[in-house]
């Protein structure tokens, strides 16, 4: 019997597992949608062409994003937080699904305020990532819009 379809190579981050865990990529990700629905909202009235294949673009990155959103916190909280991490901070489980909630109401619609609830929500978990490592966090306004906070390590106090 032939086969028609040979998968060649398989990605994942990671099984073996590397240890390289952090979730600024999840925090990018959740600012970004945030700006796209910004974004979205500006273009109102739709009365031309351009402003609706601009609003495709928008739409399709805004869904790219959440997915990493997504992406990102399930890889945490799957692979590298574990059971004393869980007793510590019992609320992880219940906030990851907030998360992937949030990320998905983020996907079905065109809410400005859920892009900045899904941004506090992937903070507050960053937070607790980095708690876990014994690294103290502080709020930083970001410089691009939409201006709002992220959660950032401080390195230097390690």
């Avoid at 379809?5 to 590397?18: G, K």
């Avoid at 019992?90 to 699904?97: F, G, N, R, V, Y």
């Avoid at 990532?129 to 906070?149: D, M, N, S």
Wanted: proline share 5%; aromatic share 8%.
């Amino acid at each position: 019997m032939r086969r028609w379809f040979q998968p060649r190579t398989a990605e994942a981050h990671c099984d073996i597992p590397c240890g390289i865990y952090d979730p600024t990529t999840a925090q990018i990700a959740a600012i970004s949608v945030a700006r796209f629905l910004d974004q979205i909202a500006e273009l109102e009235p739709l009365d031309s062409m351009a402003k609706q294949a601009k609003l495709a673009r928008l739409v399709a990155q805004k869904e790219q994003h959440a997915a990493e959103v997504k992406d990102a916190v399930v890889v945490i909280w799957g692979d590298y937080f574990k059971a004393p991490q869980f007793e510590e901070y019992p609320e992880l489980h219940t906030l990851t699904h907030s998360i992937l909630m949030k990320a998905s109401a983020t996907k079905q619609e065109l809410s400005v305020e859920h892009g900045r609830e899904l941004v506090a929500l992937v903070n507050e978990f960053a937070e607790i990532f980095w708690k876990t490592k014994g690294i103290a966090v502080r709020q930083v306004t970001v410089a691009y819009e939409p201006k709002l906070t992220l959660a950032q390590p401080i390195f230097d106090e390690v």
